[in-house]
């Protein structure tokens, strides 16, 4: 309730400001004076800059100054709050002929590098310099798909989450999961690895999203599924700007949301806050067949119900430093703040082979959770006169720690009798850990000429996560709970990446290509400190396994025209098995099922093919992708029965001996009259898996078939500045080692409205027909089993969001002085 009423009080807030008109809007038809123009004045004979060079910005058509410079002593120059419009740049300087240079600002070239401009006594012929046109919807370069998803407004209010539901390509199922082409991918932020989830990531921050189906070299060789680069929002201009909005809705759902971006001089500063809660109240089933040589040994019948509510809070502060025109070090440290509470409350029955009951109960899991998470990082990036010549550094440090605390109360009752003796049964798990990473990378590239790039780095990763469970069980005959030692587990994890990669990229005979070759060293260490153990795996292992540590990529692209594409690449991957996969401790989830990690498993190998085809035509384009990806010992999930108690269900990890998946992928986007957007993306692929079960188990498992996935979105513009979007979802059955899952479907409706320039209204039904469920159907020689659960349900949701600043303006704006009294000087802010 607490959250409503701010929430309320801010969204009339809001409104209310909306309706004052801003105390300094821009004089109509005056173009914002917000462009920046720099470089490097040298002597083209002795190579040396030329201090004291005036550089005079002159109208196009006539010899008015509009602006002017001098040169520094490194021969620097630079010049700002330039209004939009194509210009002449007049560079002169004592014993030096004239240079005049044509240069142009727009929109979508503010800031630019005219790189080092040589001066001489020779004539000199006009420099061009290029303006880039307005984004498409859809880019394609050699590795990579960019969708822009700014003017997505059913995600206005959301999170990263909510966008990924619409990004052509990409499934979400009912737990939040992301899948690219049936494979979980790697999220990045800004084009580094993150420990945020896509929960944490505000949508309302995000300009676009690249998705990055076969990361080249220059990637981590762990992104096996792919990488889905969230980049964020980024303030280019001087003056101010920032967005408040607010959204609240069904199910407890508020947000906020909060940006502040100031460009003085050569500073830029950023500072935003983001809140985000929801609850939900969820249903599932679990039905399982017990079998021994194909006839019915019993059953087991389980109903549930959970209420979920979490809340995220989100802070960054973000600063830019121009060191030089081509020089900027970024400081940025943000903090995330996590709490997770769940009821879940379960009816089971346990029956004979002739379906009569044979116990019955009742068990209530209470779960409080929370997180706390911080990341330092600071930035340098310099680049040359040279155009796309550059080098990146960064070092980062993230330290994070949790809590988890857990009661589960289980009651047995005997058909036709009461309660069974001991009970109820009670387990408390009181849990903590914490986590420390660190990151350095280095990335330079340099454009060897107009056809030929070449990249190359390295980087450095070390994380150490340090967790400790204590279970609990209470024990009647003395009255006191007992620590469960194989329920309980305290373990030390270090794990580091040591990676150097390098690129070569050109064109040969009108054919684009990209090789590239990265050397990976794995070091993991996993000890469970009360039980002396310890697992490990290292690549390459002194002299072995060299193999296992090289990734070679190599990428062809082949324009026809400016309308059409071809594409073909190849990668090498690896997906090394995590700690909750290895480790050999029990995590129950319910009265007849739990989970274990593997300590055998190792990591799995993937070879990656893909074509792509691109045409970009009137009113639209066309994305096209047959891909193939082979995994040798694939990682797959098992579940097979406990041998001493058949009636309980055991799911962990095993290596398969191979899996083969192919498919092919299309997007198509169309645009009419500028009013109607429509965009399809279909899926289809083949699945193949063979694979060898636990230890301890016997037989093969063999599994392949078909599947299909497809997603759409339609905008309709209408007058008065009225935006309607829907958005379609649907999964067909895929197939897993030991069965089949469900089928997924689902439809969002939003609608948008511009009040003026500064506020829009949004409102979101997300799961019309509240049909969003997951679920699978196992079936083995010894048991099947069905079930169904959901995460997220049917919501509404509204919000406000207003946008204010002014780029045409310095912060610290000096009034003129004034006698007053007091002799001084004001100064506005």
Same mark, same amino acid.
């Given at each position: ?395 980062? =440090?993230?330290?994070? $720690? ?8 289980? @009651?047995? &009752?005997?058909? %036709? *009798?009461?309660? #069974? ?101 794995? =070091?993991?260490?996993? $000890? ?8 490990? @795996?290292? &690549?390459?292992? %002194? *002299?072995?396994? #060299? ?170 513009k209408f007058p008065k500045a009225f935006t309607l979007q829907w958005n379609g979802s649907y999964e067909a059955p895929k197939i897993i080692p030991q069965g089949t899952t469900k089928e997924v479907y689902f439809m969002d409706l939003s609608l948008n409205k511009d009040i003026g320039k500064r506020l829009s209204f ?19 020689s010894t048991f099947t089993q069905n079930f169904s659960r959901r995460w997220d349900t049917r919501f509404f949701r509204v919000g406000l969001t207003w946008r204010f600043g002014e780029t045409d ?21």
């Open positions: 309730m607490k959250y409503a009423l701010f929430i309320i009080t801010l969204l009339l807030c809001i409104g209310s400001k909306a309706q004052t008109p801003p105390a300094a809007r821009p004089v109509a038809g005056k173009t914002p004076a917000i462009g920046r123009l720099y470089g490097k004045v040298i002597d083209s004979t002795s190579k040396e800059p030329v201090e004291y060079a005036a550089i005079t910005l002159l109208s196009m058509g006539k010899d008015s100054i509009i602006t002017g410079a001098l040169s520094k002593a490194n021969g620097d120059f630079l010049m700002e709050k330039i209004p939009f419009g194509a210009y002449r740049l007049r560079i002169q300087s004592i014993g030096f002929n004239v240079k005049m240079i044509r240069v142009q600002i727009s929109p979508v070239l503010i800031d630019q590098d005219l790189g080092n401009i040589r001066i001489s006594t020779s004539n000199t012929a006009l420099k061009q310099v290029t303006v880039q046109g307005e984004k498409n919807s859809v880019n394609m370069n050699i590795d990579r798909k960019v969708y822009n998803v700014e003017k997505d407004i059913s995600v206005k209010g959301g999170t990263a989450l909510d966008v990924m539901k619409n990004v052509p390509g990409v499934t979400v199922d009912a737990d939040g999961n992301v899948a690219l082409r049936n494979s979980s991918p790697t999220i990045f932020v800004d084009g580094r690895p993150t420990t945020l989830t896509l929960e944490q990531i505000p949508a309302d921050q995000i300009e676009r999203v690249e998705v990055i189906t076969n990361p080249s070299a220059k990637f981590d060789a762990s992104a096996s599924g792919g990488i889905l680069n969230v980049i964020m929002k980024k303030n280019t201009k001087p003056g101010y700007n920032g967005v408040v909005g607010a959204n609240m809705g069904t199910n407890n759902r508020y947000g906020i949301n909060t940006n502040l971006n100031i460009k003085e001089k050569k500073f830029n500063f950023s500072l935003s806050y983001n809140l985000n809660t929801r609850g939900n109240k969820n249903n599932g089933y679990t039905y399982r067949t017990n079998l021994f040589e194909g006839k019915t040994t019993g059953y087991f019948n389980q109903k549930n119900i959970n209420q979920v509510n979490n809340a995220f809070h989100n802070g960054r502060l973000g600063i830019d430093y121009n060191v030089t025109n081509r020089t900027t070090i970024t400081l940025a440290q943000s903090v995330t703040n996590g709490v997770f509470k769940m009821d879940d409350g379960q009816r089971f029955d346990i029956r004979d082979s002739a379906n009569q009951m044979l116990i019955y109960g009742n068990r209530i899991n209470r779960q409080d959770n929370g997180f706390q998470n911080a990341t330092s990082q600071i930035t340098l990036r310099h680049s040359y006169p040279k155009k796309g010549k550059e080098f990146i550094a960064d070092v980062s =440090y993230n330290f994070s $720690k949790n809590h988890n605390n857990s009661t589960f109360t289980t @009651y047995n &009752y005997l058909y %036709g *009798g009461g309660l #069974l003796p001991d009970n109820p049964q009670v387990q408390e798990n009181t849990g903590a850990g914490n986590g420390n990473m660190a990151t350095f990378q280095f990335d330079f590239t340099n454009p060897v000429n107009d056809s030929t790039k070449l990249e190359w780095g390295f980087k450095s990763n070390y994380k150490l996560n340090n967790s400790k469970l204590d279970a609990s069980l209470l024990n009647y005959a003395l009255g006191e709970y007992i620590r469960d030692s194989a329920l309980s587990n305290n373990y030390k994890v270090t794990d580091m990446v040591n990676a150097a990669y390098v690129n070569y990229s050109g064109i040969y005979r009108k054919i684009g290509f990209q090789t590239g070759l990265r050397f990976e060293q794995t =070091y993991f260490i996993a $000890k469970l400190i009360d039980k002396n153990q310890q697992f490990d @795996y290292f &690549y390459p292992d %002194g *002299g072995k396994n #060299l193999w296992n540590a090289i990734f070679p990529s190599i990428y062809l692209s082949k324009k026809v025209n400016p309308t059409n594409e071809f594409q073909l690449n190849f990668s090498r991957k690896i997906n090394r098995p995590n700690y909750m996969q290895m480790m050999p401790f029990i995590m129950f989830s319910d009265r007849q099922s739990y989970r274990i990690g593997n300590p055998a498993l190792g990591p799995e190998f993937i070879n990656i093919a893909e074509a792509n085809y691109f045409r970009l035509f009137k009113n639209g384009s066309w994305l096209s992708s047959a891909y193939a990806k082979y995994l040798d010992h694939a990682i797959t999930s098992y579940v097979y029965p406990l041998p001493t108690d058949t009636s309980i269900l055991v799911s962990t990890f095993t290596n398969g001996k191979s899996s083969w998946n192919y498919g092919w992928e299309n997007t198509v986007k169309f645009s009419f009259a500028k009013k109607l957007d429509l965009t399809f993306n279909a899926n289809v692929y083949y699945t193949t898996i063979t694979a060898s079960p636990a230890t301890g188990t016997t037989g093969t498992l063999q599994n392949s078939g078909y599947s299909w996935n497809g997603k759409a979105t339609v905008s309709y949004n409102a979101t039904l997300s799961d019309v027909f509240n049909t969003k469920r997951w679920g699978a159907f196992y079936e083995s303006v310095s912060i610290f704006r000096k009034k003129p002085q004034r006698r007053d009294g007091q002799g001084g000087m004001e100064m506005e802010y």
